[in-house]
């Protein structure tokens, strides 16, 4: 069962229980923590929702539909920046003539953490980042990195496949815009549901976890909140 549906239902149950619990002291904490806990976890829930999904009536919802272009730009700089500047560029040419491309050779020509980095930053930029701010913020997309490196180490590896870096006079100059129309065709070819996709894929799975320690935490505070009322 999906975690944050979970989450949503036991903090239900807490709440529907509390308020069937005849009278007894333990009563309004029951109700107090079953009350927070599913603000918490609902409020989560909508963020992470609202991040891919568009809500009737929200302003900002389905962020990554309605602004893909700024991903895409985002991560064409990204791509070309970190995977196809000049010194990687030769080493992956070098490669390519004394050995076949595997995401191994990619691993050590190109440093996937500082790659990472740079998608963080395409976020931090674009709307989806304000959006973020609500379920915790850059550092709760950390979990991410290593799907991510998998994801984008085996991207390269295809428009690599798709370059004829065996050429004897091959010059980065010359070469650069073949690379970055060959870069902008891929990323021209993707329609906004199909980056949505990519994301959602990527993050939602760990997103889910605010939800969690939404509940968890709203359960924890509420308990609090009961306990300064009976003081």
């Avoid at 929702?49 to 730009?73: A, C």
């Avoid at 815009?177 to 959602?200: A, M, R």
Wanted: charged content about 20%.
């Amino acid at each position: 069962m999906n975690k944050s549906l979970l989450t949503n239902l036991i903090s239900a149950a807490i709440c529907v229980t509390g308020f069937l619990l005849p009278e007894h002291p333990a009563k309004p904490f029951v109700v107090s923590a079953g009350l927070f806990s599913l603000s918490g976890a609902i409020t989560n829930w909508l963020a992470v929702h609202m991040l891919f999904e568009k809500v009737p009536g929200l302003y900002g919802s389905g962020v990554i539909v309605d602004r893909f272009q700024e991903f895409k730009q985002g991560i064409h700089g990204l791509v070309m920046e970190n995977f196809f500047s000049e010194e990687n560029f030769k080493q992956f040419a070098d490669a390519a003539l004394h050995q076949s491309i595997s995401s191994e050779t990619i691993d050590s020509i190109v440093d996937m953490d500082q790659v990472f980095d740079g998608f963080l930053d395409v976020i931090a930029k674009s709307k989806f980042g304000s959006m973020l701010a609500m379920v915790g913020g850059l550092k709760a997309l950390e979990p991410l990195r290593a799907p991510f490196k998998i994801e984008f180490e085996a991207r390269l590896a295809k428009i690599i496949e798709e370059l004829d870096l065996t050429q004897s006079d091959m010059q980065f100059e010359k070469f650069r815009p073949t690379v970055e129309n060959l870069v902008k065709g891929k990323l021209d070819q993707l329609e906004p549901e199909e980056v949505k996709t990519i994301l959602e894929k990527i993050i939602r799975e760990h997103l889910g976890w605010l939800v969690v320690w939404g509940g968890v935490f709203g359960g924890l505070i509420g308990v609090l909140a009961a306990l300064a009322q009976t003081h």
